[in-house]
């Protein structure tokens, strides 16, 4: 999709947003509406929004429709289901596969994980990551950090930094302790940016990338 393009499309899903303890937000009539790549807004007919204090967005394509500010809302859901972060994408999935590959993790030279039990993710339109038994990490190597990150296929991570030899190399690692229930197969694992270490799949080092 280019950054001009627009595509719209109906859901079929129904639309709340909670704000105060009141539903501010109703819909059963969304539209997703993709303005980039990545993610698709919600946008409903304005007369779905009970509360006319709420920022809005419009484009010139829906012109009966807007999009509430998501941080402006405290808790969204699809039905009954809680949504964070931002919508889904119908159109991407999450598969976590158990594998019996062997992963090497280094770091300026020091074995920071090594395992043949990792759990790999594939999620649509990025390469896989590996999540790592804790059991299999060099836990005296990593210090926790305050960073935290969500997601609205895994839920909300919580991150680790390495000293080596008295150098800090700062979040290097993750783990979802309670991931939303599509990604509980990597519940309490820890994860490695390949961008940032050393990974080794079976032996062949893995291409550094961009964060995702």
């Known amino acids: 999709m ?3 393009a627009v595509r719209i499309e109906q859901s079929p899903k129904w639309v709340r947003g909670i704000l105060g303890g009141r539903t501010v937000v109703d819909s059963r009539s969304v539209k997703l509406v993709w303005t980039h790549p990545y993610y698709p807004a919600w946008y409903v007919p304005k007369g779905d929004v009970v509360d006319p204090s709420l920022p809005t967005m419009t484009i010139d394509e829906l012109a009966d429709h807007v999009s509430v500010d998501w941080a402006a809302v405290d808790h969204w859901f699809e039905e009954d289901v809680e949504v964070f972060v931002h919508p889904r994408d119908p159109y991407k999935r999450i598969d976590a596969l158990p594998s ?4 090497r993790v280094t770091i300026d030279g020091a074995v920071v994980a090594d395992s043949d039990r990792p759990t790999i993710v594939y999620e649509t339109m990025l390469r896989p ?3 790592l038994p804790v059991t299999d990490v060099r836990l005296d190597l990593l210090v926790p950090s305050e960073t935290t990150s969500g997601c609205p296929y895994k839920g909300f991570a919580q991150y680790w930094s390495a ?3 008295e150098v800090e190399h700062p979040d290097v690692a993750w783990s979802y302790r309670t991931p939303l229930p599509e990604s509980e197969r990597i ?3 820890i994860c490695f940016y390949d961008e940032r270490v050393e990974v080794e799949v079976d032996g062949e080092r893995t291409e550094p990338r961009g964060t995702g």
Do not use: K, T
């Open 2 to 4: 280019s950054d001009s």
């Open 100 to 103: 019996s590959r062997h992963l």
């Open 129 to 131: 990551r590996y999540y």
């Open 163 to 165: 000293v080596i030899d």
């Open 187 to 189: 519940a309490g694992l």
